[in-house]
């Protein structure tokens, strides 16, 4: 079984935290895509879908899923989404995919957030993979050098504009032993839009592909 199978897996498990009749929050990913694919042929039994992205809403849409602005919904039951890193306590490293704004938002109007990964993303102290920062682009640099004060080695991802019109530094060689206050502490910088840690709001439950089927983690 290969990294992709066990994305897959992941993904299709996650179809049964959907509820007939409800509006599913919807991430973005590789991992996620299956799970897309995997709403399909339940696609009648529910509403429709808050998106993270314009690939997951084109995604969506090309499947016939109607997409909700998150405006108009007040709630959603569950919010699906994949993560670059995931620690024992279900804190995450996200935005691999520069998504990371949308996805917090959407995780925000979930009652529960399930994450679907592959067994490489479990660590013990995030911050292997490198931190993802979405910011405005007029405060790159300034950001950069307060990053570099918290430790870190801001990289410019080249390229790359969010679907919000920003840019993302991705910081290397940061050990995040309290994801929480560094969560905090990057948001306050000025010209942050978010962090790509999702600590203060972590997963509820987690499903695994692994070479032994999907492990399931919840509180
Ligand atoms: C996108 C994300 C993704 O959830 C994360 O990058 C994992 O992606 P994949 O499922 O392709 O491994 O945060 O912004």
Do not use: W
Request: with cysteine; net charge negative.
């Amino acid at each position: 079984m290969n990294q992709d199978d066990k994305k897959r897996a992941a993904g299709e498990a996650a179809v049964e935290y959907v509820k007939p009749g409800s509006i599913v929050g919807v991430g973005t990913g590789s991992t996620v895509n299956y799970f897309i694919d995997a709403l399909e042929p339940i696609k009648s039994q529910i509403k429709g879908a808050v998106s993270s992205s314009e690939a997951s809403t084109e995604r969506l849409k090309a499947l016939g899923i109607e997409v909700f602005d998150a405006n108009d919904v007040a709630s959603l039951d569950v919010y699906v989404d994949g993560a670059d890193e995931i620690n024992a306590r279900k804190h995450m490293i996200k935005g691999g995919g520069a998504a990371l704004t949308r996805e917090k938002i959407v995780a925000a109007i979930a009652d529960k957030f399930i994450c679907i990964i592959d067994d490489t993303k479990h660590v013990d102290v995030l911050g292997e993979f490198p931190l993802p920062v979405e910011v405005i682009p007029m405060a790159r640099s300034y950001v950069a050098r307060e990053l570099v004060k918290l430790g870190g080695d801001p990289c410019y991802r080249q390229g790359v504009v969010t679907d919000n019109g920003n840019v993302i530094l991705d910081v290397h060689n940061m050990k995040i032993q309290d994801p929480k206050a560094i969560e905090d502490t990057i948001n306050g910088i000025a010209g942050v839009v978010t962090v790509g840690l999702f600590a203060n709001r972590g997963a509820d439950v987690v499903l695994t592909g692994t070479e032994n089927g999907v492990q399931k983690i919840a509180d």
